[in-house]
C-alpha cells in the first residue's frame, strides 16, 4: 500500500535520488501497488498535473503513476513507445524503460497535461 499524504517539496528527491522537480503535492492518496512497482520511481498525478513534471531514471529501471486526483488520467507517450489505459482515481500503471532517451507524455483526455521521463 502506497500512501502519498501531507505536503512534499521536491517529491522526485523523496522517491528517487536521479530525479528532479520542485513540485508540492498537497492532500492524501492511497493506492494499492502491485509488486512490480517496487523499486520505481513514482510519479503522482494531483490536480490535473503529473508531479514531477520531469524525472530521471537509470536505463532499464521503471515509473510508475499513481492517479490521486479526482478524475480518471493517462500517461501515454508523445511518440507512441507507451500508453496507459484510463487510471481511475487510486490506480496505478508502471511501465519499463530499456532504451536511452527523452519521453515526452500527456494525458490523453486533458492534453495539456505534459511531463517527461528522460532515461539516462
Known amino acids: 500500500m502506497l ?3 501531507g ?16 513540485e508540492t503535492v498537497t492532500g492524501a492518496c492511497t493506492a494499492q501497488l502491485p509488486s512490480s512497482a517496487f523499486g520505481s520511481t513514482v510519479v503522482v498525478i494531483k490536480n490535473f498535473a503529473f508531479a514531477p513534471a520531469e524525472v530521471h531514471i537509470r536505463q532499464g529501471t521503471k515509473v510508475t503513476w ?11 507517450a508523445d ?3 507507451w ?3 484510463l487510471l481511475d482515481p487510486g490506480a496505478v500503471v508502471t511501465v519499463d524503460f530499456p532504451t ?4 515526452p507524455y500527456h494525458c490523453v483526455p486533458h ?3 505534459t511531463a517527461r521521463v528522460v532515461v539516462e
Open 83 to 85: 500508453s496507459s489505459p
Open 111 to 113: 492534453p495539456f497535461m
Open 66 to 76: 499513481v492517479n490521486c486526483d479526482t478524475e480518471g488520467h493517462t500517461s501515454t
Open 79 to 81: 511518440g507512441g513507445a
Open 7 to 22: 505536503v512534499w517539496a521536491g517529491l522526485g528527491s523523496c522517491v528517487s535520488e536521479r530525479s528532479t522537480g520542485t
Open 3 to 5: 500512501a502519498v499524504a
Open 100 to 103: 536511452v532517451g527523452a519521453f
